[in-house]
């Protein structure tokens, strides 16, 4: 099975800021990455798919990059919405996993 | 508006089964793969199965093969979970999924809310 690992676990960060999110696949993925946010007490939202294709609807402050093992989530001018966790997820090769997630907290 | 509603979660005793389902509207049904995701409250995502448009490719993760199967009626715009031999470590919130696939990979473009099955005795 492919490890997929999330850097860091939380992050505190305040409104305005710009952060990023790493996450690192066991075995090559080519692009096949995506990205979630999750609310507390609600479903996951998908973000970014194919590492850098926003989905429909999702404002352009989030961005993705990379290929291969390595890929990051960027999320620019942080809004009070935006704190949430977020999970990476590998749909390469089955079984399909998911990073253990991000916090993103307000500071 | 693509729009998944999950039911049929509830409390159940270890050994017993249950069958969950996925009620599927805003899209054309039987033209997308659909997926079953797994969260224990608190926890992080696990991918339990992923069936084709047609249901003539079904995959399960380790965790569930064996136990679990996936079905869609394509008629009815339904997905189906039918779980059985249940254990403690099956309790999570189960999310139905919409494929959106690139060739033959596939994520999970809009979800449900999710439907909560706790194994207890």
């Known amino acids: 099975d492919i490890q997929m690992t999330q850097s860091p676990s939380s992050l505190s960060a305040s409104v305005g800021d710009r952060v990023t999110i790493t996450c690192r696949a066991s075995q090559g993925v080519s692009n096949y990455l995506a990205w979630f946010q999750q609310k507390p007490g609600k479903a996951p939202k998908s973000l970014i798919y194919?590492?850098?294709s926003l989905q429909s609807g999702v404002p352009s402050k989030f961005s993705g990059s990379g290929s291969g093992t390595d890929f990051i989530l960027t999320i620019s001018s942080l809004q009070p919405e935006d704190f949430a966790t977020y999970y990476c997820?590998?749909?390469?090769?089955?079984?399909?996993?998911f990073g253990q997630g991000t916090k993103l907290e307000i500071k | 508006e693509v729009q998944l509603v999950e039911s049929g979660g509830a409390l159940v005793q270890p050994g017993r089964s249950l069958r969950l389902s996925c009620a599927a509207s805003?899209?054309?049904?039987?033209?997308?793969?659909m997926n079953w995701v797994r969260q224990v409250p608190g926890k992080g995502l696990e991918w339990v199965s992923s069936?084709?448009?047609?249901?003539?490719?079904?995959v399960y993760a380790d965790s569930v093969r064996g136990r679990f199967s996936t079905s869609r009626d394509n008629a009815r715009n339904s997905l189906y979970l039918h779980m059985n031999s249940l254990r403690a470590e099956d309790t999570a919130l189960y999310y139905c999924?919409?494929?959106?696939?690139?060739?033959?990979?596939?994520?999970?473009?809009?979800w449900g809310q999710g439907t909560l099955v706790t194994v207890s005795s």
């Open positions: 999924t919409k494929a959106y696939c690139s060739t033959t990979r596939c994520y999970s473009d809009f």
């Open positions: 069936i084709s448009w047609n249901s003539g490719t079904i």
């Open positions: 194919a590492a850098s």
């Open positions: 805003g899209f054309n049904f039987g033209d997308y793969g």
């Open positions: 997820q590998q749909y390469n090769s089955f079984p399909y996993t």
